[in-house]
Each structure stands twice: as structure tokens, then as C-alpha cells.
């Protein structure tokens, strides 16, 4: 349960240069939602050095991984005193809590990657995309902003997509508008640096993307 949890209040009583050495001011801007081991954002964070990134991890022993995996890259990449200072972790449960991370409109990208599928109905407000949720989504990620979903579970794609879809304040971009944009290297990060990502291409399963913009004005349905 979430009572051994400690949320921040709001995303103003956070102290991110505890997080990001060396970034006084900011706040994050990419956030991995279920990050697992690390491996998206540890890919993202030499490619945009001045933006930082935010893993949430619900399991306790994953996210100390992170934790200590990222502390690790500072120190062996020590010659460069700004390396792997834009990424962190948090052990939080996103579901209830990431507006208590991220401030209105402060995001540029929302991750979600290979997240549990849930697969029996019953199960199904379990997932991680759900109207409720998408709200909190549209909320937090700024307009522009991008939300990144992928697995290799076809139900929970459709799924994604459906639900992404029928929100008026997200529409749909396909991959090659985002690799024009210049978030090519992003895409390829989604596809082959995670773990669970890794993993499924070692089993030569497939994998679903789909890609939402998050809109300024809301679409008529
Ligand atoms: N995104 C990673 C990857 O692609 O390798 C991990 C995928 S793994 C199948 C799903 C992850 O989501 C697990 O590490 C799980 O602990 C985490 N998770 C599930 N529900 C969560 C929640 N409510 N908040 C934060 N993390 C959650």
C-alpha cells in the first residue's frame, strides 16, 4: 500500500537540485511513468543534457536500482562533472500521485512503456491508461507536449489508443510526423532501450506504438 509512501505536498515544496545537481531552477520535463530499471531515461539523458528527467517506480527494490545505477553513471563519468545530473528517480505511485510531481503544463513528454497489461476485465481501471488518468495527463504535460505509449500486448494498445484517442485534448501523431519533428531519437529509445523492450525483442515479439500530441485547444468529437 502507499502509507510507507512519502508524496510532496505540491510540485513547488519538491527540491529538484537535490535531484539534479547543478540544474538550480528547473524542474523536470520528461517523465518515465513505470520506468522499471532505468534504462529509457539512462539512453535520453546524455542526447538532451539541459532538460531533466524523472523516472517513477512503484517497486521499492527497482527503484533503489535506478537510484543507484544513475549514481553510479555520475561517478564513472566523474571526467565530466554535468554527466547523468539530469536524470533521477522517484519511488512513487504515479497513479495517484504525479500531479503532486509535476506542475500544471510542465512536461514536454510522458512515457509509458511496456506498463502491465491488466489483462482480465475486472482488472482493467487497474491500467494505467484510463479517462480518469488522462486527465491528470493532459494536466501535467504542456500543449505540444508528447505522451509516448508502446507495448507488445496488442489488446492493451488498442486499448491505449482508443482511450488516447477519444480525449479531446490529445490527438493522435504517427511516427514518421514525430521523427521529422527531430524526436527521431526518442522514438528509437522507446522502441529498443528499455528492459522490458529488450526483452521482448530477444523473443522476436512485436511491439505497438502509438503517439499522442497533447493539444492547446480542445478537439469537437
Ligand atoms: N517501462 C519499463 C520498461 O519498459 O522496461 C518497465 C516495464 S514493467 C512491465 C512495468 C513497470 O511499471 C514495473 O516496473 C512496475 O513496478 C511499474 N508500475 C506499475 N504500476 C505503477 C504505478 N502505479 N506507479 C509507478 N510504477 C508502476
Known sequence: SDHSLDYPASPGAIDWSQHYPGHEGKA????????????LLIALAPQFPDTLMLGLEIRVQVSQYVHDRIQALRVTNGQDPTAYK??????ANAMKF????????????L????????????KHKARIISPTLLAEYAYVLRPGGIVYTITDVKDLHEWMKAH?????????????????????????AVYHSTEEGKKVENNKGDKWLA???????????
Open 86 to 91: 539530469n536524470v533521477s528517480i522517484v519511488r
Open 211 to 221: 503517439c499522442f500530441r497533447r493539444i492547446e485547444v480542445p478537439r469537437a468529437r
Open 28 to 39: 523536470p520535463e520528461f517523465a518515465d511513468v513505470g520506468c522499471g530499471f532505468g534504462g
Open 98 to 109: 504525479l500531479p503532486n510531481y509535476f506542475a500544471k503544463h510542465s512536461l514536454s513528454s
Open 111 to 122: 512515457f509509458f512503456l511496456f506498463p502491465d497489461p491488466h489483462f482480465k476485465s475486472r
Open 164 to 188: 488516447l484517442t477519444a480525449f479531446p485534448l490529445f490527438e493522435p501523431v504517427d511516427e514518421e510526423t514525430l521523427r521529422s519533428e527531430g524526436r527521431g531519437n526518442i522514438v528509437d
